[in-house]
């Protein structure tokens, strides 16, 4: 039988259930930890441990599984131009399409400058809005509203931006969604907590940065890396 936290209790009716991840340890025989996350905080606390570092400037897209929103992808892309966001949108759209994804949960990582789009009025020609738009606001809302057309449920839509979260989708009560955001965590919620141990127990871990990752599996540049990898190359180019 599957081990399980504690019952958390049940979400405020405002924000929907977030997706359920199963984390298996290593053998395919050993007991399994159900992670439940109740919310942004949860999810934003335990996406690190599923990527390997801390993002940024990326859109990252949780695709969901089933009555129960099992987690069953998650990917991340870089941020591009923002003359690129319909191509963004129609990769996003398609890779969530294969995956059979009935659910999502969208979470966009920028540190840009607010924007302040003017709005026209009328005879007045144009004024600017009480609030400014979130960055990346027409690309987040784009997927969006693209999965949503093909019946794929987005549960949550959120801006992480210097040290805060944000919903793109405010549900309209400032004491759940402020216009200025709520701070991210100073400690990680049971959920996170829970997800990290698993993840630790698996032999996980969080670097700073993509680049951290990046430097992480490069090869090595000592001499002798260097010699081996140049006479492994000979060898096996004499092979072929």
């Excluded at 609030?131 to 987040?140: G, H, I, K």
Aim: proline share 12%; with cysteine.
């Amino acid at each position: 039988m599957p081990s399980r936290p504690p019952r958390r209790s049940r979400p405020s009716p405002r924000r929907q259930r977030a997706p359920v991840r199963p984390l298996r340890p290593a053998g395919d025989d050993a007991p399994r930890t159900v992670v439940r996350i109740s919310g942004p905080a949860d999810i934003l606390g335990v996406l690190p441990h599923r990527l390997g570092f801390h993002p940024t400037e990326s859109l990252v897209v949780i695709c969901l599984e089933g009555p129960r929103r099992r987690d069953r992808l998650v990917m991340r892309l870089d941020l591009a131009d923002e003359r690129h966001d319909d191509a963004v949108v129609a990769d996003v759209v398609r890779r969530v399409q294969h995956v059979g994804a009935s659910g999502a949960a969208l979470v966009c990582y920028s540190d840009a400058p607010e924007d302040w789009p003017d709005v026209p009025d009328g005879a007045r020609g144009t004024v600017r809005p009480a609030r400014p738009a979130l960055p990346r606001a027409p690309l987040v809302d784009g997927v969006g509203e693209a999965l949503a057309a093909l019946g794929v449920e987005v549960i949550e839509s959120v801006l992480v931006r210097r040290g805060r979260w944000y919903s793109y989708r405010p549900c309209g009560d400032e004491s759940c969604c402020p216009p200025d955001g709520q701070p991210l965590p100073a400690e990680p919620t049971p959920a996170a907590t829970l997800y990290a141990a698993e993840a630790v127990l698996q032999g996980g871990s969080v670097l700073p940065s993509r680049e951290s990752l990046r430097r992480s599996i490069e090869p090595s540049q000592h001499a002798v890396a260097v010699a081996v990898r140049e006479q492994a190359a000979a060898v096996a180019g004499g092979r072929l």
